[in-house]
């Protein structure tokens, strides 16, 4: 085989493995989230299907000295990289709902499947070196020569491979349709010189994948529509009583609902309703930041609460607002920005009379969102004597991360304050100057009769909370202190939902 088809094969396999990886954190993240656990569970999963493909590779490739062998692996590596997102789809949702309801070895189990169809794709693209190392070695004084070149082809392929996926791919085509892109690839090139039963099946069921793509989406059956975004798997459901909710990924929190010609009063979303009503100045016409405006929920109950409120909502996803436009009332009445919290704040130059942050994505709270430097920069938005409320997350009684945020908010806001919403997984933080609760409790007459009864209720059971170590820009571990929760909870058995 020329030295220029090796160095080829080395580049496309560097190529597919990095846009394979790419994609596979799309494939979880429904399911487990993308944070630096997963991240690391599943950078670790494919090292060590690489490592063991290098391992044994070299072995068969001293015992073969051809290339064929390699061919078929990697031709049956491109077909289980095709298959692996309907699997996913299959088995995954499952392993959510398992781990949710205190059945863990039920979860382990469907993982594993999903596993197994992952790791022979990982032990042939791992074989690729050693082989193209064997096969093309001309002798002995070009050995350095020969592995150099094929191992820098691999990882300028890696880089190609990890920019296309995550520039280009994975944005237009979605992750299946992305997943059986490069498997096609690799599957044509791999089975060129093995005939041409091999490169129909190798192309075809790739061709096959990228039609059908869309099948691999988890749909709930009250969806009324279903999209894939760059950040999230994204639902739009309406039950039978008319009622709309925005779910993200699994499902298991809802990030935004609608109920035709009814005020805003759902648990979570009424409490921010109160936030203006707890700033020093009247809450007249307030202006009012949502960071995390999801799918507009509330931003509309703020211009229902305080009419003439001007509203001003950021949000990462587009696809989130342009669901929120075509099914949630979101009107242009609205401004909204596309963008990182932090990224936008640092290019404001306004001032608010109440903050929301509302960036909170079932479990997890984005760390960057939870930080010293990141309630400075809020503080620093706010109005003389202006409020800010931000949702964090928690299980039951179980508030570490409760403790930890509202500890950092306390080193830079006056006063901050915790209300447990009637859920087992969500405290409002208020944090802002002395006196909120009695602010609140002196215009809870002025608010709508619908937010009254929340009102009175919220001004009874806030609780001060204290200052304490902060988290940093450099470290604010709130992602272990998640799964050190819903790992107390699973060794319980306690359901999570």
């Known amino acids: 085989m020329k030295p220029s088809s090796l160095t080829w094969l080395s580049f496309l396999s560097g190529a597919t493995v990095m846009a394979s990886e790419m994609a596979a954190s799309r494939l979880v993240a429904p399911y487990f989230g993308s944070s630096t656990p997963v991240w ?24 073969a000295a051809r290339l064929e062998p390699l061919r078929v692996a990697l031709g049956v590596a491109a077909l289980l990289l095709t298959a692996l997102p309907f699997l996913a789809r299959v088995l995954l949702p499952g392993a959510t709902t398992a781990v949710m309801t205190g059945r863990p070895m039920e979860a382990m189990g469907r993982v594993a499947l999903v596993v197994l169809v992952a790791i022979p794709p990982l032990l042939a693209l791992g074989a690729v070196g050693p082989f193209l190392v064997r096969v093309g070695l001309g002798g002995v004084t070009s050995a350095g020569a020969h592995a150099g070149r094929l191992s820098s082809a691999s990882t300028l392929g890696s880089i190609v491979g990890t920019l296309l996926a995550a520039f280009v791919v994975l944005p237009w085509l979605g992750t299946a349709r992305a997943m ?70 699994e499902g298991f ?49 703020l211009r229902e609460t305080y009419p003439g409120a001007y509203v ?4 990462l996803d587009a696809m989130v607002v342009k669901l929120a436009r075509q099914h949630f009332g979101l009107g242009t009445e609205v401004e909204v920005h596309i963008a990182d919290a932090r990224t936008f704040l640092r ?54 991360v409760v403790r930890a945020v509202g500890g950092t908010l306390a080193t830079v806001f006056p006063q901050v304050l915790a209300a447990d919403a009637r859920n087992q997984s969500n405290t409002l933080l208020y944090a802002g100057p002395e006196g909120m609760g009695e602010r609140l409790s002196a215009r809870t007459s002025s ?28 470290r604010a571990p709130v992602e272990m202190l998640t799964d050190a929760i819903l790992l107390k909870a699973l060794m319980g058995s306690e359901a999570l939902k």
């Open 253 to 301: 929190a809802v990030q935004s609902t609608w109920v035709p010609g009814q005020p805003v009063r759902d648990e979570v979303f009424a409490h921010y309703l109160l936030t203006p009503a707890m700033a020093r100045a009247e809450p007249r016409t307030p202006r009012v930041l949502v960071l995390g405006l999801g799918a507009g929920t509330s931003a509309r109950g």
């Open 347 to 400: 290019r404001d130059t306004r001032r608010y009379d109440a903050i929301i942050v509302d960036a909170f994505r079932f479990p997890y709270v984005p760390f960057h969102l939870t930080t010293r430097e990141f309630a400075q920069e809020v503080a620093a938005h706010l109005e003389p004597g202006g409020v800010a409320c931000f949702n964090v997350g928690r299980f039951r009684d179980e508030r570490a």
């Open 180 to 249: 059986a892109c490069f498997a096609g690839m690799l599957g044509l090139t791999a089975t060129w010189g093995l005939g041409w039963r091999w490169r129909a099946v190798a192309v075809g069921v790739p061709a096959a994948a990228l039609v059908l793509g869309t099948h691999a989406l988890p749909r709930h059956p009250q969806a009324l529509e279903v999209a894939e975004s760059p950040h999230a798997f994204l639902q739009v459901l309406e039950s039978p009583s008319g009622t709309r909710s925005l779910v993200f990924d």
């Open 312 to 315: 001003v909502g950021v949000e």
């Open 40 to 63: 690391a569970a599943l950078i670790s999963l494919v090292l060590g299907g690489l490592a063991l493909g290098a391992h044994l590779g070299g072995r068969v490739a001293d015992r």
């Open 447 to 474: 608010l709508p009769l619908s937010l009254r009864p929340l009102a009175t209720r919220v001004v009874g059971e806030l609780q001060p909370v204290a200052s304490a170590q902060p988290l940093t820009d450099d």
